[in-house]
């Protein structure tokens, strides 16, 4: 059974940073494509930024360009999400999701397994 955890959310000023983690237990961690979404009070879950199985390819949000990178470490089944200057707008819940996947440089839009989510909240 394939279980998804985040962590590293929490309370933070507009400009700051955080650095969110995703760990994974369960299937073969090395041939997940993983993505990060977020959802923000009466909007629609977003697609947030994404990262290969092999790690050699990312995609992101136009408005997280530049601000957002997305990491793995496969030893440690975790992925990460670096955010830097962090905005308001940038306030929501964030979860990430996994799918097994035979693309090693593609970045998957559809996902089968996801966390619960951790919160990020940006004051202005």
């Known amino acids: 059974q394939v279980q998804l955890v985040e962590s590293g959310g929490g309370l933070v000023q507009a400009g700051d940073s955080l650095t969110l983690s995703c760990a994974v237990s369960g299937g073969t961690f090395s041939s997940y494509g993983v993505g990060w979404f977020r959802q923000a009070p009466g909007q629609e879950r977003e697609f947030v930024a994404g990262i290969s199985r092999s790690g050699g390819a990312t995609d992101f949000v136009d408005s997280v360009k530049g601000r957002f990178t997305i990491s793995r470490d496969n030893a440690k089944r975790t992925v990460y999400l670096q955010m830097n200057s962090l905005k308001p707008e940038d306030t929501a819940v964030y979860c990430c999701?996994?799918?097994?996947?035979?693309?090693?440089?593609?970045?998957?839009?559809?996902?089968?397994?996801w966390g619960q989510g951790t919160q990020v909240t940006v004051s202005s």
């Open positions: 999701a996994v799918r097994e996947t035979n693309l090693y440089y593609a970045v998957l839009k559809n996902y089968d397994f």
